[in-house]
C-alpha cells in the first residue's frame, strides 16, 4: 500500500512558482517528476472554505457550511483510517482546528494553535494566565504561526514512528502574511512586517505607497523561496531513508493572495483569479502506471484530490461519502479524457456575516456574485483575464446560464443543510488574538 503526504500550502499563488524573479527549484523538481496542473482552480478565498472542500470532497457550503464540520460529515482521514492507514494531521491554522472539528479520522491531531498549548488539549490552566503566557510567547516568535521547519521536524518525527501504510497532512503557514524577508529574520522586521500587513490587509489597503506594495510583493517572494528550500530539505531526509519512493506526494495551495489587483491585498475579495488560481503537483510513486512527468492543461478543482488519491490506493468510500462527494476522481483525465463537468464552483459564507460570495469559471467566462449587495459580474476571460471590465450588460444570456447555476447551489445549499445544526463556538481569547495576527479581525 503506498504511503500518502498531502501538504497544502496556505496562500500559495500559482503565478509566483512560475515567476522567474522567484526561485523554487525544490517545487520545480517536484513537477518536473510528477503531474503538474496548470489550471487549477480552488472551492474557496479563504483556508475555511477550501480546506473543507479538500478534506471532504464536498462543496464548502453544503452539509452545514466551512466554519464548522458538522458530526455526520466524513471526511479525507476517515476513509484512509477506514481502510487501513495511518492517520495525522500536523499544522498551526486555527481555521482548521479541532474547535472546528476538523480532527475526525486522525489519530494524531497537532494544532499548535497556541505556543503553550501545541494540541489545544490544555483545560485547567486559567484562561487569562494562559493567554497573557502565549502572548508573551508570540512577541518572542518568529511567525505568529508554526515555522515550517519545526513543522517539518515533527512531520519527520511521525514518520519515523509510525508504521506504514499512512497518511499525512500539513498545512504550511510561512506564505500567509504577516510576510517576513524569507528567513531573514529580525525583530525590527517582524514588528514592520506585521504592522504593514494590518495596514494592508484590513485597515487601510487603499492607503498602501507603491514602495509598500513593493515591499510586501518582495517579502512574499522570499517567505515563497524560503518555504521551497525547507521543503527541499525535507524531501531529502525522506529520500535518504527510501520513503519518497513509495509515497504519493500532493503539493497544493489552498488559495491565494490579492496585491492591489482588485484594490485589496490578502484574500477577502471575490473570487478573483489571483486568489483562486492555484498550483497542484501530485506526484505518484514512480511504480505506478500513470503517464508522468505532464503538465496536465485541463480546468481540475481542488475538490477533485480527494476522490483522485481514494481513486489510485482503491479506497473503499462509506456510504455518506459517496452520497456526499461533489468532486470526482482525476484519474481518467490523467489518462486523456475531459473532466465531467462544466463549471468550476468556488463560494464562502462571510466571516461574521450574512451573506454568501460565489464564483463560477470556465474557459471563457467567469462569473462573481456578491450577496452583500445582490450584485452580478461577468467577465471575459479570453480577452479580459486581469477581470478588469464587467461585460454582463452585453451578454445577458450568459448571465442568464451562470445564474440558473446559482439557484441550483442556492438550492444545494438549502436542501443538504435542512436539520443540520452547527453550534455556537467560543474561540478563547488566546485564538481570537492568534487569527488578529494573521489578519482575520
Not at 34 to 50: D, E, L, N, R
Given at each position: 500500500m503506498t504511503n500518502v503526504l498531502f501538504l497544502v500550502v496556505d496562500s500559495l499563488r500559482y503565478d509566483t512558482i512560475h515567476d522567474p524573479k522567484i526561485s523554487t527549484p525544490n517545487i520545480d523538481k517536484l513537477a518536473e517528476e510528477?503531474?503538474?496542473?496548470?489550471?487549477?482552480?480552488?472551492?474557496?478565498?479563504?483556508?475555511?472554505?477550501?480546506m473543507t472542500a479538500m478534506l471532504t470532497g464536498r462543496y464548502p457550503l453544503d452539509y452545514g457550511g466551512h466554519w464548522y464540520l458538522e458530526q455526520g460529515q466524513p471526511t479525507m482521514a476517515e476513509q484512509f483510517q477506514a481502510n487501513g492507514y495511518s492517520t495525522a494531521a500536523i499544522h498551526s491554522n486555527p481555521n482548521v482546528s479541532r474547535l472546528r472539528n476538523f480532527h475526525h479520522g486522525f489519530d494524531t491531531f497537532e494544532e499548535n494553535i497556541l505556543p503553550l498549548d501545541p494540541d489545544g488539549l490544555v483545560n485547567n490552566v486559567p484562561d487569562e494566565l494562559l493567554r497573557y503566557a502565549n502572548k508573551f510567547a508570540r512577541i518572542l516568535q518568529r511567525t505568529p504561526y508554526l515555522p515550517i521547519e519545526k513543522v517539518n521536524d515533527n512531520l519527520v518525527e511521525w514518520i519515523d514512528t509510525t508504521e506504514e501504510p499512512w497518511f499525512l497532512w500539513t498545512q504550511y503557514m510561512d506564505v500567509h502574511g504577516p510576510y517576513l524577508p524569507g528567513d531573514e529574520f529580525t525583530y525590527a522586521n517582524k514588528f514592520r512586517a506585521e504592522r504593514l500587513w494590518r495596514k494592508a490587509a484590513v485597515n487601510a489597503p487603499e492607503d498602501i505607497t507603491s514602495e509598500e506594495h513593493d515591499e510586501l510583493w518582495t517579502n512574499y517572494g522570499k517567505e515563497v523561496e524560503y518555504l521551497d528550500k525547507e521543503i527541499g530539505t525535507f524531501f531529502d531526509d525522506l529520500s535518504v531513508k527510501g520513503i519518497l519512493e513509495d509515497t504519493i506526494v500532493i503539493l497544493v495551495g489552498d488559495h491565494g493572495d490579492e496585491f492591489n489587483e482588485h484594490g485589496k491585498y490578502g484574500h477577502g475579495n471575490l473570487p478573483y483569479d489571483e486568489l483562486i488560481h492555484v498550483p497542484l503537483i501530485v506526484r505518484f510513486p514512480e511504480s505506478a502506471e500513470i503517464p508522468q512527468p505532464t503538465n496536465n492543461e485541463e480546468i481540475v478543482r481542488a475538490v477533485d484530490i480527494l476522490p483522485t488519491i481514494?481513486?489510485?490506493?482503491?479506497?473503499?468510500?462509506?456510504?455518506?461519502?459517496?452520497n456526499?462527494?461533489?468532486?470526482?476522481?482525476?484519474?481518467?483525465?490523467?489518462?486523456?479524457?475531459?473532466?465531467?463537468?462544466?463549471?468550476?464552483?468556488?463560494?464562502?459564507?462571510?466571516r461574521g456575516e450574512d451573506y454568501l460570495r460565489f464564483g463560477f469559471r470556465t474557459t471563457e467566462w467567469k462569473y462573481l456574485y456578491d450577496g452583500k449587495y445582490e450584485e452580478g459580474y461577468?467577465?471575459?476571460?479570453?480577452?479580459?483575464?486581469e477581470?478588469?471590465?464587467?461585460?454582463?450588460?452585453?451578454?445577458?444570456?450568459?448571465?442568464?446560464?451562470?445564474?440558473?447555476?446559482?439557484?441550483?447551489?442556492?438550492?444545494?445549499?438549502?436542501?443538504?443543510?435542512?436539520?443540520?445544526?452547527?453550534?455556537?463556538i467560543e474561540q478563547g481569547k488566546g485564538v481570537e488574538e492568534r487569527l488578529e495576527a494573521l489578519g482575520y479581525k
Open positions: 510528477g503531474i503538474s496542473f496548470s489550471q487549477c482552480f480552488a472551492q474557496g478565498v479563504s483556508t475555511a472554505p477550501s481514494l481513486d489510485f490506493v482503491d479506497a473503499d468510500l462509506s456510504d455518506e461519502m459517496d456526499r462527494m461533489e468532486g470526482e476522481s482525476l484519474m481518467p483525465v490523467l489518462h486523456g479524457q475531459e473532466p465531467g463537468y462544466d463549471v468550476v464552483v468556488t463560494e464562502k459564507e462571510m461577468l467577465y471575459d476571460l479570453q480577452n479580459d483575464p477581470e478588469s471590465t464587467d461585460v454582463a450588460n452585453e451578454h445577458p444570456d450568459v448571465v442568464d446560464r451562470f445564474e440558473t447555476v446559482l439557484r441550483d447551489r442556492l438550492s444545494s445549499i438549502e436542501r443538504t443543510s435542512e436539520g443540520i445544526t452547527i453550534p455556537d
